[in-house]
């Protein structure tokens, strides 16, 4: 059976979030992203500048996952399917897990890539992770946890996701 689409979880988010006490949803736009999202706690955000490029890193703890945001500077658009591969590469080694299917992540106004995914891996830890581009910048939205990924929570996380500029 095929999960719903994101659209039909983004108008079941407010019911959603009134069954789930431990999250509490809001819109965030973390300094630097470029980005609007919901995280279910205030995120701790940090960014800085390395060998020319901007990074930043927004990140909250609850119901026992981490709901993370990242995103880095590219010298060229053209890198980006590369830095996404190697993305989600690096995530897979670090928790040595498996990836699982595989569908692609859509953010309206990102730069169509066919290495724009979401993945869901399974190792030492359950995480969930989308990675897209747009302009001179990649993103990866992770959500991780010691338990199976709820997908009610990632659809709150990754559903609600848009552009500022």
């Not at 009610?152 to 552009?163: D, L």
Request: hydrophobic letters at 45%; glycine letters at 8%.
């Amino acid at each position: 059976m095929r999960p719903a689409p994101i659209q039909f979880f983004a108008l079941l988010l407010p019911l959603v979030a009134a069954c789930t006490p431990s999250l509490n949803w809001r819109e965030v736009t973390p300094a630097g992203s470029h980005l609007q999202l919901t995280f279910p706690c205030k995120p701790e955000a940090a960014a800085r500048d390395v060998a020319g490029l901007h990074q930043g890193l927004a990140k909250c703890d609850a119901d026992g996952a981490s709901f993370v945001l990242s995103w880095s500077g590219l010298r060229d658009p053209r890198e980006a399917p590369e830095a996404l591969k190697e993305m989600r590469a690096s995530l897979a080694a670090r928790l040595q897990a498996a990836a699982g299917g595989t569908k692609p992540f859509v953010v309206p106004g990102m730069a169509p890539q066919d290495e724009a995914l979401q993945v869901e891996l399974n190792g030492s830890r359950h995480a969930r992770v989308a990675t897209f581009a747009r302009g001179e910048a990649v993103y990866e939205l992770l959500l991780i946890s010691d338990t199976p990924i709820r997908q009610a929570a990632w659809e709150g996380f990754a559903g609600m996701i848009k552009f500022t500029d």
